[in-house]
């Protein structure tokens, strides 16, 4: 269910993020998409409608996610808390294939969070590709 996100509280959480998806880091400008205010912590389970709470994703990772904290982790870890786009550094817990396609799951945070949003989709990898032989991936956030 869609909420109301105030013009001034989306525009701090587009530039915040730079206007990428906050988990896959797709770039809104080379999709076809708008990208969504994704609730942290859903509203179900009693997250606010607030910049710290808030994220911008791609529709395909925000679906992914749902109303899920956590990700099924391996036999070791189980479930496991899904990364936190303001509370955790991307770096920390993601990093790019040497050919940039795929992402790689540095914790078992980040790995969680691949699975359960299925950041490396075949769909994605395929044009992660088209976008490296354009020069525009991966992005330069830092
Ligand atoms: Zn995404």
Redesign the pocket.
């Known amino acids: 269910m869609s909420v109301y996100v105030s013009a001034e509280l989306r525009r701090r959480i587009r530039a915040h993020f730079h206007d990428h998806?906050?988990?896959?880091?797709?770039p809104e400008a080379l999709t076809v998409v708008i990208?969504e205010f994704e609730h942290i912590l859903p509203r179900s389970l009693g997250g606010a409608t607030s910049f710290e709470n808030l994220c911008l994703?791609?529709?395909?990772?925000?679906r992914h996610k749902s109303d899920r904290t956590f990700g099924a982790g391996d036999e070791q870890t189980r479930m496991t808390a899904l990364f936190h786009p303001h509370r955790d550094a991307w770096n920390d817990h993601f990093s790019w294939s040497e050919d940039a396609t795929e992402l790689i799951g540095l914790t078992p945070s980040g790995k969680a969070t691949i699975d359960t949003?299925r950041?490396n989709r075949p769909q994605?990898i395929r044009v992660r590709r088209l976008w490296v032989a354009m020069g525009e991936h991966p992005p330069d956030l830092q």
């Open positions: 998806c906050a988990y896959c880091l797709t990208f994703s791609c529709p395909t990772c925000n949003l950041m994605l």
